[in-house]
């Protein structure tokens, strides 16, 4: 058994939610911290509309969910909300300026003993260590997404990472009921990004060229390859938010005129309110989009 009992989510979007509720489910005390009660309102929908879904995957009873969910609590003050927090999971915005803030905030009003852990898709934990005051006691902690079903944790620390707080963070995952992916060095996306966003770039980069539309993209690749979906159905599942503010990121580092392009069509439909899966309207809508339909091949 690990020392962690009391764990504080920073950021309550579509994964950070998905962190937080398991954590609770598993037995940890949690509290959800976001910037504002609107955020926070945000943030009880989205744990209340994981009942379905865990029902559905886990073959659990209302009451075994409603057991997580009197472990969760909720802040829109950031030193109320880690006053006691043996971890605070980060799952934040995917932007740079925005972290770094965050760390320094943090830092200057977790207790000592707090371990931090950033759920980041793509930036490693030397880009954030200076600002935590505390490197030996800051890792990443990445989950998939839908994190009842797709239960990997990717382990990674820095070159400053304390061995004993990494081993700690590993038996955590074990505890919430992942599987842990142990990293040996820095990675920018880890194992599953490292594959996954390219994968998903390329799918944009089609769309963005005009080769095809998103559902033809998709349909090629699971037909070719029997995969359960194709990269603008993944989007959606994502979210369409964390997918551009990684394609932004992306761009401007690369230059990548087309990538650019797919990133401004990204904004244009997160604009219009179609943010992907959590809010009905991506690529596809839902409840029951178009991929999951057994003749969706045929079309």
């Not at 009873?61 to 997580?68: C, L, R």
């Not at 043996?86 to 932007?95: G, Y």
């Not at 820095?158 to 009921?177: C, H, L, M, N, Q």
């Not at 230059?255 to 244009?268: G, M, N, P």
């Given at each position: 058994?690990?020392?962690?009992?009391?764990?504080?989510?920073?950021?309550?979007?579509?994964?950070?939610?998905?962190?937080?509720?398991?954590?609770?489910?598993?037995?940890?005390?949690?509290?959800?911290?976001?910037?504002?009660?609107?955020?926070?309102?945000?943030?009880?929908?989205?744990?209340?509309?994981?009942?379905?879904?865990?029902?559905?995957?886990?073959?659990?009873?209302?009451?075994?969910?409603?057991?997580?969910?009197?472990?969760?609590?909720?802040s829109s003050d950031l030193a109320t909300a880690v006053a006691d927090a043996?971890?605070?999971?980060?799952?934040?915005?995917?932007?740079?300026?925005?972290?770094?803030?965050?760390?320094?905030?943090?830092?200057?009003?977790?207790?000592?003993?707090?371990?931090?852990?950033?759920?980041?898709?793509?930036?490693?934990?030397?880009?954030?260590?200076?600002?935590?005051?505390?490197?030996?006691?800051?890792?990443?902690?990445?989950?998939?997404?839908?994190?009842?079903?797709?239960?990997?944790?990717?382990?990674?620390?820095?070159?400053?990472?304390?061995?004993?707080?990494?081993?700690?963070?590993?038996?955590?995952?074990?505890?919430?009921?992942?599987?842990?992916?142990?990293?040996?060095?820095?990675?920018?996306?880890?194992?599953?990004?490292?594959?996954?966003?390219?994968?998903?770039?390329?799918?944009?980069?089609?769309?963005?060229?005009?080769?095809?539309?998103?559902?033809?993209?998709?349909?090629?690749?699971?037909?070719?390859?029997?995969?359960?979906?194709?990269?603008?159905?993944?989007?959606?599942?994502?979210?369409?938010?964390?997918?551009?503010?990684?394609?932004?990121?992306?761009?401007?580092?690369?230059?990548?005129?087309?990538?650019?392009?797919?990133?401004?069509?990204?904004k244009e439909m997160i604009d219009a309110g179609k943010l992907g899966r959590?809010?009905?309207?991506?690529?596809?809508?839902?409840?029951?989009?178009?991929?999951?339909?057994?003749?969706?091949?045929?079309?």
């Amino acid at each position: 058994m690990t020392h962690i009992s009391n764990v504080t989510v920073a950021g309550s979007g579509v994964l950070g939610s998905q962190i937080a509720y398991q954590s609770a489910y598993s037995g940890k005390n949690v509290i959800i911290y976001d910037i504002n009660d609107e955020a926070i309102a945000k943030a009880k929908d989205r744990i209340k509309s994981l009942r379905s879904l865990y029902k559905k995957d886990l073959d659990i009873t209302d009451s075994q969910f409603e057991a997580g969910l009197e472990r969760v609590q909720y802040s829109s003050d950031l030193a109320t909300a880690v006053a006691d927090a043996d971890l605070v999971i980060e799952a934040i915005p995917e932007k740079p300026e925005i972290k770094h803030d965050f760390y320094a905030r943090l830092a200057a009003v977790a207790p000592a003993k707090t371990i931090f852990a950033s759920n980041s898709s793509t930036m490693v934990p030397s880009l954030f260590m200076a600002e935590t005051g505390r490197p030996e006691k800051f890792l990443n902690l990445h989950f998939a997404n839908q994190v009842w079903l797709n239960n990997t944790a990717e382990v990674m620390g820095s070159p400053k990472t304390d061995p004993a707080v990494y081993d700690e963070i590993v038996a955590f995952a074990r505890e919430i009921g992942m599987v842990p992916i142990q990293l040996k060095k820095e990675q920018p996306g880890y194992i599953l990004n490292s594959l996954l966003i390219p994968f998903l770039n390329a799918g944009q980069t089609l769309w963005a060229k005009g080769v095809a539309d998103p559902q033809t993209i998709d349909k090629t690749w699971m037909k070719a390859t029997g995969a359960p979906q194709g990269p603008f159905a993944i989007l959606d599942i994502v979210g369409l938010r964390t997918a551009y503010n990684i394609g932004a990121t992306l761009s401007n580092q690369s230059h990548d005129e087309t990538l650019q392009t797919a990133v401004s069509r990204l904004k244009e439909m997160i604009d219009a309110g179609k943010l992907g899966r959590e809010s009905g309207e991506g690529f596809y809508t839902y409840p029951n989009p178009a991929y999951e339909d057994p003749k969706f091949l045929e079309m």
